[in-house]
């Protein structure tokens, strides 16, 4: 950590931390909490929002009991800081006396309830905007006692704000290369996919996946929506339910004029839940079921982070082999072989073996 008085090479060594953890998230609550001695604070925070929403936050230990009452209570949507500082359109780091009078704040809420009592009295922070509707808050803060945060220390947070913008951008670009990576490796199998965001917005498609639209679905400014009702109301209950913790979703969608029958399936990115640079959440998966094909177990295991016996437990259901069938030919116990379908499920996002299947069943390219 650095010392209150930080020297210029040890912002140099800041530098290099906040591009670092550009590329590896779990830095940057070491790099917050070094941000905060800069400015003689206690906690420092990353929030990312989407309107007056949270879709996420990374703080130091200081500020993680804080940000559960901020996230849970929504104060989020009553933060005046935030607004003032988008409306103010300055690249530079700002304390309450730079949009607040003394008046305004003695007479805020948001200070009076929340900050205050929660050791956040005084601020130094900024909002990044990129191209899209998410902003990042970066923010330090120290308690009432210590008074307003000085503007000297203030002015150096600012001469860091370009590195912690760009780093904010290489992070998001980089989990977006990540989440096109995998949409097209699904269709090397043969399989179209989607990356969406949280709430549903289509994010990245591969070509199979696009020759779908708009007959299938639509991209839509709220969601993607598929053409067919009933899909539809299913996709739409199943993103709260996935919202709400659920691990994965299937449903199916039936024939079209120009489409076969397809069994759909929605499971999480690996990692977004807890990546606030990441604008992409879910992984949508469409399985024509009229396909079949053999399935080689280790594309399986790549694909869907099974092990060895998982694998081979899925891929002898999708050819056509029962449990106990696939219990004899190893030599295994029934309810073993039950425990490792479980945990292919589990990880496949299906709820029923059936489920499984028809998933697997939409990779005829797969071979032995």
Same mark, same amino acid.
């Given at each position: 950590?650095?010392?209150?008085?930080?020297?210029?090479?040890?912002?140099?060594?800041?530098?290099?931390?906040?591009?670092?953890?550009?590329?590896?998230?779990?830095?940057?609550?070491?790099?917050?909490?070094?941000?905060?001695?800069?400015?003689?604070?206690?906690?420092?925070? *990353?929030?990312?929002?989407?309107?007056?929403?949270?879709?996420?936050?990374?703080?130091?230990?200081?500020?993680?009991?804080?940000?559960?009452?901020?996230?849970?209570?929504?104060?989020?949507?009553?933060?005046? !800081?935030?607004?003032?500082?988008?409306?103010?359109? *300055?690249?530079?780091?700002?304390?309450?006396?730079?949009?607040?009078?003394?008046?305004?704040?003695?007479?805020?809420?948001?200070?009076?309830?929340?900050?205050?009592?929660?050791?956040?009295?005084? =601020?130094?922070?900024?909002?990044?905007?990129?191209?899209?509707?998410?902003?990042?808050?970066?923010?330090?803060?120290?308690?009432?006692?210590?008074?307003?945060?000085?503007?000297?220390?203030?002015?150096?947070?600012?001469? !860091?704000?370009?590195?912690?913008?760009?780093?904010?951008?290489?992070?998001?670009?980089?989990? *977006?290369?990540? $989440?096109?990576?995998?949409?097209?490796?699904?269709?090397?199998?043969?399989?179209?996919?989607?990356?969406?965001?949280?709430?549903?917005?289509?994010?990245?498609?591969?070509?199979?996946?696009?020759?779908?639209?708009?007959?299938?679905?639509?991209?839509?400014?709220?969601?993607?929506?598929?053409?067919?009702?009933?899909?539809?109301?299913?996709? #739409?209950? #199943?993103?709260?339910?996935?919202?709400?913790?659920?691990?994965?979703?299937?449903?199916?969608?039936?024939? #079209?004029?120009?489409?076969?029958?397809?069994?759909?399936? !929605?499971?999480?990115?690996?990692?977004?839940?807890?990546?606030?640079?990441?604008?992409?959440?879910?992984?949508?998966?469409?399985?024509?079921?009229?396909?079949?094909?053999?399935?080689?177990? #280790?594309? *399986?295991?790549?694909?869907?982070? !099974?092990?060895?016996?998982?694998?081979?437990?899925? @891929?002898?259901?999708?050819?056509?082999?029962?449990?106990?069938?696939?219990?004899?030919?190893?030599?295994?116990?029934?309810? =073993?072989?039950?425990?490792?379908? @479980?945990?292919?499920? $589990?990880? =496949?996002?299906?709820?029923?073996?059936?489920?499984?299947?028809?998933?697997?069943?939409?990779?005829?390219?797969?071979?032995?």
């Amino acid at each position: 950590m650095l010392a209150r008085d930080a020297s210029p090479d040890d912002e140099g060594e800041l530098i290099d931390r906040i591009y670092e953890a550009a590329a590896v998230p779990e830095l940057w609550p070491r790099t917050l909490d070094t941000l905060a001695t800069l400015a003689d604070c206690r906690a420092a925070v *990353l929030i990312s929002t989407d309107g007056a929403e949270v879709n996420g936050w990374i703080g130091n230990p200081m500020i993680a009991e804080a940000m559960d009452i901020y996230t849970r209570d929504g104060w989020g949507a009553r933060n005046p !800081l935030s607004d003032r500082a988008i409306a103010r359109g *300055l690249p530079d780091f700002i304390g309450e006396y730079d949009v607040f009078d003394e008046t305004e704040l003695e007479g805020s809420r948001f200070y009076l309830e929340f900050m205050r009592p929660n050791g956040l009295a005084w =601020t130094a922070g900024t909002v990044i905007s990129g191209p899209t509707d998410t902003h990042i808050t970066v923010s330090v803060h120290r308690p009432y006692v210590m008074g307003p945060v000085e503007r000297d220390r203030i002015d150096r947070l600012t001469q !860091l704000r370009p590195h912690i913008a760009r780093a904010a951008f290489l992070a998001a670009r980089l989990r *977006l290369e990540q $989440a096109r990576a995998a949409v097209q490796a699904l269709a090397a199998i043969g399989l179209p996919a989607a990356a969406l965001s949280a709430e549903g917005r289509l994010k990245v498609a591969n070509d199979l996946f696009q020759a779908l639209l708009p007959d299938v679905a639509r991209d839509w400014r709220e969601r993607l929506k598929f053409t067919d009702r009933e899909a539809d109301k299913l996709f #739409g209950l #199943g993103l709260q339910a996935l919202r709400s913790g659920v691990s994965g979703l299937t449903f199916p969608v039936p024939a #079209g004029p120009d489409s076969a029958p397809m069994v759909v399936h !929605l499971v999480p990115v690996a990692g977004a839940a807890n990546d606030i640079f990441s604008s992409t959440r879910w992984l949508l998966v469409c399985a024509p079921v009229a396909r079949a094909g053999r399935i080689e177990s #280790g594309v *399986l295991q790549g694909l869907f982070d !099974l092990t060895a016996a998982e694998a081979r437990v899925a @891929k002898g259901l999708a050819s056509g082999d029962t449990l106990d069938g696939i219990a004899s030919r190893y030599g295994l116990g029934r309810e =073993t072989i039950r425990s490792q379908l @479980k945990g292919a499920m $589990a990880k =496949t996002g299906t709820r029923r073996q059936a489920d499984l299947v028809r998933l697997l069943a939409g990779a005829a390219s797969f071979g032995k």
